[in-house]
């Protein structure tokens, strides 16, 4: 059996082993390259997933908007191009007044909205929490139903 040397050349150089059967250094060198090859497919494995969701994503978002062009009708007319806003066509300035119950109206929905969606993880966790968590969330409802009461008798939500 033949006996390897170890020669650097530099001190940056790698090491390199030197033998006199230049076929095993091949074999060598040919495992760890397929070992490396492997470790690299293996890595790129765990990103497939990511790669179909984004793919599948795009696709669904993508897809019927290309489809819609491609196939959909292409009749324009006056009454489909004119600009138009909430459902009517634009009768005055653009800086017209409009009524602030509107805009009340508006932000209270949001408001109250998003109140309620602090209810789901609530259900969700109400065994973790216990008793204690129950109380808690029927003090905020009992302040989220007094405030929709003041509005109802302030005549916020009436629309006239």
Do not use: H
Not at 30 to 38: A, D, E, M, Y
Not at 139 to 158: E, H
């Amino acid at each position: 059996m033949a006996k390897a040397v170890r020669v650097r050349v530099s001190p940056t150089a790698p090491s390199k082993k030197v033998c006199c059967n230049s076929g095993v250094n091949q074999v060598q060198q040919t495992s760890q390259t397929k070992k490396s090859t492997r470790e690299i497919a293996m890595s790129l494995e765990q990103y497939l997933p990511v790669l179909l969701f984004i793919l599948v994503g795009l696709g669904v978002g993508v897809a019927p908007q290309l489809i819609g062009f491609l196939l959909g009708p292409k009749r324009p007319d006056p009454a489909k191009n004119s600009p138009y806003e909430c459902g009517f066509e634009a009768f005055e300035d653009a800086r017209m007044k409009f009524d602030v119950r509107y805009y009340l109206i508006a932000i209270l929905f949001i408001l109250f909205d998003l109140e309620i969606a602090f209810l789901f993880p609530w259900a969700v966790a109400l065994k973790e929490i216990g008793f204690i968590g129950f109380i808690d969330m029927m003090i905020f409802l009992a302040i989220l139903v007094a405030g929709f009461a003041y509005m109802w008798i302030k005549g916020a939500i009436d629309w006239e």
